[in-house]
């Protein structure tokens, strides 16, 4: 067979050069290139408003390699993609992070086999959090049903709380639960209600839902993770994973969750459940403030990163003796 000439392997879409489109993604994945190129260039009137001046990074794919997380953008990145320099305090150095703030962007990273979006949880010159997230995230190998029945727990604290939130597939095994905040509430105290909102789920049924942040501790159930706060990202909603199949974090109504997998909604079949609906926008309620209860309970807790690493360095000291 001749090869195949590069007028049948590579298309321009808004004066991107899209190449190689007929590529599987990646192993497993039963898609190829241009499914993700396609999806992508679908959804971007859904997916941009959760991207638009936020820091992204991405997690890419290069063939025959490991799925990698992009936070600087590389040398040769076109210099109308539009940046933005945020100092990281772990690492010590100034990163050059990409804003995906338009279709030729989204188009440019899908070209680069840019699977994942995760954007930050603040605007670029906003210095608040546009939400508090809690991020559930099921045992190993555990039924979709715990995590759904976790869910519950969290939209009952919520209720309790006279908080509103809206429920998406992570793109792989959990869900997210979304609170929009306004614009008066600061990281800390985003922080501060995410680790209460947890803890009130947890005493709602302690055998379903944990804020144990050691895996060895959970017992099976499914962790009510609050650390998704302050410089931390969140897979954007309509996302695809790097996973088997391509995933996509996908909206779902509170009362449709019984009905559902996170199977259900792939590159190849969540642009044709979409229609012309916006279900994440649609769903999303106004931007609420937090209730002074939940404040003054989540600054008593802990954070868990930190709660953990203590704990670990108790328990490893408790070995030696």
Excluded: C
Excluded at 210 to 239: N, P, Q
């Amino acid at each position: 067979m001749p090869p195949r000439s590069r007028a049948k392997t590579v298309e321009t879409r808004d004066g991107v050069e899209l190449t190689n489109l007929d590529q599987p993604l990646f192993d497993g994945a039963d898609a190829t290139k241009r499914d993700l190129v396609d999806y992508l260039d679908a959804v971007r009137e859904r997916i941009l408003p959760e991207l638009r001046q936020r820091p992204l990074s991405v997690i890419r794919v290069r063939p025959g390699q490991e799925p990698f997380m992009q936070k600087n953008v590389p040398k040769y990145t076109p210099d109308w993609v539009e940046t933005t320099t945020v100092w990281a305090e772990a690492s010590h150095r100034e990163v050059r992070y990409a804003l995906a703030n338009d279709r030729r962007t989204l188009l440019w990273f899908a070209n680069q086999r840019s699977v994942e979006y995760h954007p930050t949880l603040m605007r670029v010159g906003e210095p608040h959090p546009t939400s508090l997230i809690l991020d559930l995230d099921p045992p190993a190998d555990d039924d979709f049903a715990h995590v759904v029945r976790a869910a519950r727990l969290v939209r009952q604290a919520l209720d309790d709380s006279g908080l509103e939130g809206v429920v998406k597939t992570s793109g792989a095994k959990g869900l997210h639960v979304v609170v929009p905040l306004g614009a008066g509430v600061g990281f800390e105290d985003a922080a501060a209600a995410t680790r209460a909102l947890a803890a009130r789920a947890e005493r709602v049924d302690p055998e379903v839902g944990t804020t144990a942040y050691i895996k060895e501790d959970r017992g099976g159930k499914v962790f009510l993770d609050s650390t998704r706060a302050g410089g931390a990202t969140v897979v954007a909603a309509y996302s695809p994973r790097a996973r088997p199949g391509v995933p996509v974090s996908f909206p779902v109504a509170w009362g449709d969750l019984d009905r559902i997998t996170p199977r259900d909604f792939t590159v190849r079949t969540a642009a044709g459940l979409l229609g012309d609906a916006d279900p994440w926008r649609e769903r999303m309620p106004p931007p609420q403030t937090l209730p002074v209860d939940v404040l003054e309970e989540g600054h008593t807790i802990p954070v868990a990163r930190v709660a953990a690493m203590h704990e670990g360095k108790r328990r490893a000291r408790a070995r030696r003796q």
